[in-house]
């Protein structure tokens, strides 16, 4: 449970924000009677991950922010070990621990990874270090990358505020046209384009749930990867389309 893990971190100086919008299921409720202690912000509706977590990022005053899917399981030191990453490099907008895959039915941790930090291939097309991977020790040095993982990246402020936009009055970190998937690879992207770093740190442990599974070297074998996408929610696989194109338009030398 994201909340109960967050709540053991060794770290203890952080306050948490859940965002939610149209929610039907008692999320809010079951919030406000078992963790009375995260502040809610409801949207009144579904603004996406992109969206929600723009609220966020305008609202609070703070040096850095911890985002944390509602998939995830937090080992006890992860906060202490990005903040401590940041906390040494001034030029890093963002950071990064090492993601394995979850199985939450079983309650299951495994030693396949979900991601070591995102990269980006010549064609444009972004993609997870050592996605579907066994852990055998190959990634475990700390090194920058291309672009950080929304479901468990920390970012600094001040690098948000540089690379956010202002349109009526709202403050466009994530690009909101997005709403879901790609936003992460497209901040990353514009935080590089101005400077700032991206980290893994392999020390750092989490457990991704992931709603998406993907597929082992999928650049390699195409067909098993269209079969994956044609098995998509309709409006998933739209987004998936056209958030990649975009964020390859946006951020692209020209």
């Not at 939610?20 to 009144?44: H, M």
């Not at 937090?74 to 070990?81: A, P, R």
């Not at 998937?181 to 442990?205: C, F, H, N, Q």
């Not at 993907?214 to 309709?234: A, E, G, T, Y």
Request: glycine letters at 8%; proline letters at 4%; a negative charge.
């Amino acid at each position: 449970d994201v909340y109960r893990a967050l709540h053991d971190q060794s770290y203890k100086d952080w306050q948490m924000v859940a965002v939610i919008g149209d929610s039907t299921d008692g999320s809010k409720q079951l919030l406000e009677s078992d963790f009375p202690w995260v502040e809610i912000i409801d949207s009144g509706h579904n603004i996406g991950f992109a969206g929600g977590h723009n609220l966020v990022f305008q609202k609070y005053q703070c040096e850095y922010f911890q985002l944390l899917n509602p998939d995830l399981i937090l080992e006890q030191n992860y906060i202490e070990l990005l903040v401590a990453a940041l906390d040494a490099s001034s030029s890093t907008g963002a950071a990064i621990g090492k993601l394995y895959f979850y199985n939450f039915a079983k309650k299951l941790k495994s030693n396949l990874i979900d991601s070591v930090g995102g990269g980006m291939s010549p064609s444009g097309r972004s993609y997870e270090h050592g996605q579907f991977q066994e852990d055998i020790g190959q990634f475990e040095k700390p090194e920058e990358v291309f672009w950080a993982c929304g479901a468990a990246v920390m970012y600094r402020k001040t690098a948000l505020e540089a690379v956010k936009l202002v349109i009526d009055n709202k403050a466009e970190y994530f690009d909101p046209d997005f709403h879901s998937y790609w936003e992460d690879t497209d901040l990353g992207w514009r935080m590089k384009l101005l400077g700032w770093k991206s980290l893994y740190i392999p020390t750092a442990v989490a457990y991704h749930g992931k709603g998406i599974k993907p597929v082992q070297n999928q650049f390699r074998h195409p067909i098993q990867f269209m079969r994956l996408r044609r098995d998509l929610d309709s409006q998933v696989r739209a987004a998936v389309y056209f958030n990649n194109i975009w964020t390859y338009i946006k951020n692209s030398p020209r």
